[in-house]
């Protein structure tokens, strides 16, 4: 089904998919719509949604923070820990062993620069260092498998791969201009650039273009842009239809992306003015189930989208009685679900934060199950080096 006039011309940005390899315009043949109003928002009660099924802790030996990416793989929870962390985490939720890949340097089988991972159909993971050219292998405790080392991944900040042959690259610097903003596909076995594609309109400033290493799942796979209301699905050597998320009214005018914006700062402290939506978010797709953020007047507003049959439900509050230990507050970025793996999903907790912020009364009766009071005790027994956990839930709504 073919998106209507009215509807592309109240989109954001018009979708041009350019070929490298033979410059010939390939046009979207579908386009779906997922319409969503922010002025239906309600409170999201936790317990009418998600069941517990598990709090994951880790080591207080480990330093598991600043949370770049969280990947799961059948028992296996595969945490990025950035901002000079730059190593990856893998927790066995079974057995709770915990391995770590933290191979930094300049060695052959070491990487300079952590950009981004993920998890084969094999079930390994493929660490990317754009910055030394490399792919390293490796299996789930953490012992590398492989390197492979090509001048192409220059400068690559994400990848994805569905069939282990084709990879979708990414390159591009936040602050940087338009030319290194595009999505390539590439054969490894061949080591060559297949075909590159502009998924958005290249005359938008080069802040609109960045696309983050945690905006690309991968079932379906697919990925998104910040200032994009378009997702794109990805085949296994193709950008397939995308999806297109409808704000209505709340849509941003074409006409103020005429503006010229400096730089990125400057765009959102216009929107937040605007009273329209903007900068789409924390974005998790897993089957028919999609959840993102969105924020409206300086506000945050959480959405879960069953993109079978197009509702969806909107949240600006949160009364948290599963896992967490307050009731009907704002919605904010801490509340955001980090993975999503068939019908669980996951949530981080810090517990340093918890401590700080709530009174003992407060945490003794927020909850009487056993997994609570299993994190309550941990919260209430908190040191300084203890790490966040990770709440593993159900979903039964949606």
Avoid at 89 to 104: D, G, M, R
């Amino acid at each position: 089904m073919k998106l209507a006039s009215s509807i592309i011309i109240l989109s954001i940005f018009s979708v041009f998919l350019i070929s490298c390899t033979n410059n010939e315009s390939k046009e979207k043949s579908q386009d779906e719509t997922i319409k969503i109003n922010l002025d239906k928002a309600q409170t999201l009660k936790v317990s009418d949604h998600f069941k517990l099924k598990d709090v994951i802790y880790f080591s207080d030996s480990l330093v598991v923070d600043n949370l770049m990416k969280v990947s799961t793989h059948n028992d296996y929870v595969v945490l990025h820990c950035g901002w000079g962390l730059d190593y990856l985490v893998i927790k066995n939720t079974l057995t709770a062993k915990e391995f770590i890949i933290s191979a930094k340097g300049e060695g052959s089988n070491q990487y300079q620069k952590l950009n981004n991972f993920f998890i084969n159909k094999k079930g390994q993971i493929e660490l990317l260092d754009g910055q030394s050219r490399k792919i390293l292998t490796y299996n789930m405790e953490g012992e590398l498998l492989s390197v492979y080392q090509n001048e192409k991944l220059q400068q690559v900040t994400s990848l994805l791969s569905i069939d282990g042959e084709h990879y979708f690259l990414f390159g591009g610097n936040f602050y940087a201009g338009k030319s290194g903003y595009q999505m390539q596909i590439w054969n490894k076995n061949e080591g060559k650039v297949k075909s590159s594609y502009i998924p958005f309109d290249e005359q938008k400033a080069g802040f609109m273009l960045f696309i983050e290493p945690r905006n690309f799942s991968k079932n379906p796979s697919s990925f998104y842009q910040v200032y994009n209301q378009y997702v794109y699905e990805l085949g296994e050597d193709a950008v397939k239809d995308s999806l297109y998320l409808d704000f209505g009214q709340d849509n941003i005018p074409a006409e103020l992306f005429e503006n010229s914006y400096q730089d990125v700062r400057e765009f959102s402290q216009d929107m937040a003015k605007s009273g329209y939506a903007y900068g789409l978010g924390n974005f998790l797709l897993e089957e028919n189930l999609l959840f993102a953020s969105v924020r409206k007047n300086e506000q945050n507003f959480h959405f879960y989208t069953n993109t079978k049959t197009g509702e969806s439900t909107v949240f600006d509050k949160i009364s948290n009685d599963v896992f967490g230990l307050k009731t009907d507050e704002k919605i904010g970025y801490q509340y955001r679900p980090v993975a999503m793996d068939g019908n669980d999903i996951y949530f981080i907790v810090s517990l340093e934060a918890q401590n700080e912020n709530f009174g003992k009364t407060l945490v003794t009766n927020s909850s009487k199950s056993e997994l609570n009071q299993r994190l309550l005790s941990k919260i209430e027994n908190f040191k300084d080096g203890d790490n966040l956990a990770i709440v593993k839930c159900e979903i039964t709504g949606f």
